[in-house]
Structures are given as C-alpha cells and as structure tokens.
C-alpha cells in the first residue's frame, strides 16, 4: 500500500521544464532589462550601477548582499560578458514592479541561470531596481570532506 502511494505521488509530480514560458514586458520595463544587457556586455560597471535606486541591493547567490550604488559599482567592477535575459513573469502596482526571469549567454540555448528583479519608480517616473537577485540553475557543490 505504501509503495503504491509513494508511486501514485511520484506520477503526479509534473516533470520541470528547463525553460519556462517568455512573457513580452511593457516597454518601460523592457528598457531595463536591454540597458542592464548592453551595460554588462560592456562591462560598464558606472552604467549598471546607474539603473539601481540609491539605496538598492545586489543579491548574487553565494556572496553576501551588496546595498547602495557606489558598492554596486564596485561589485559589477570587470564583470561582464555576453548576456540574454529573459523575462518570465511580471506585475505592476503603482510605483513598485516585479520581474522574474532567466539568463543565459544567448537566447539561442537554454537558461544557465535565474533572477528576479524588484523595481521602483524614481521621481521622473523611471523604473529604478531596487534588488536584484540571481542564482545559476547547477546545483550547489557539495563541500570538500576536511581530512
């Protein structure tokens, strides 16, 4: 009886898609998703720290959190290679908008990573991150045994 029900219980769980749906974002959001793109690709670490809130957060996986421009620009200092982000999901309400996503090194393979981004309007009504995280989608490494 038990093992028809851990079976039945193993069926039922969906298999999970190496790449969710794309959604299409409204041009506001859009723009900053393609300048984050072209500033990494450019490893301008000036113009990424530019589309963050003054009091904004870095959260990349592994490392401790990174908060105000002047240390995200000093994170994303030489960091930069080909970038595809893609989004997944979104939502709007006021001021305060979501998007959560995938990442690649080309829109052409699947996703080696994930991220979300939690944004804010400034003053002129531009779309500011206020955090952004990411995590690669291998599974963490298991630590070395000490002798």
Same mark, same amino acid.
Do not use: Q
């Given at each position: 009886m038990l093992a028809a029900l851990l079976t039945a219980g193993l069926l039922l769980q969906a298999p999970e898609s190496k790449t969710p749906p794309s959604v299409t974002l409204p041009k506001d959001l859009a723009r900053v998703l393609s300048d984050y793109t072209a500033a990494w690709e450019a490893r301008d670490a000036v113009a990424l720290a530019g589309l963050f809130a003054e009091d904004g957060f870095v959260l990349a996986g592994g490392r401790p959190a990174v908060r105000g421009r002047p240390a995200v620009r *000093? *994170?994303? &200092?030489? *960091?930069?290679?080909?970038l595809a982000l893609? /989004?997944?999901a979104?939502?709007?309400?006021?001021s305060v908008a979501y998007v959560v996503g995938g990442y690649g090194a080309s829109a052409n393979e699947p996703d &080696?990573? $994930?991220? &979300?981004? &939690?944004? $804010?309007k400034d003053s002129n009504g531009r779309w500011l991150i206020f955090s952004d995280m990411d995590n690669?989608?291998?599974?963490? $490494? /298991?630590?070395?045994?000490t002798p």
């Open positions: *000093h *994170h994303y &200092t030489r *960091h930069g290679a080909p893609r /989004a997944s979104f939502g709007v309400d006021g &080696t990573g $994930k991220f &979300t981004l &939690t944004l $804010k690669g989608n291998n599974p963490p $490494k /298991a630590p070395s045994p």
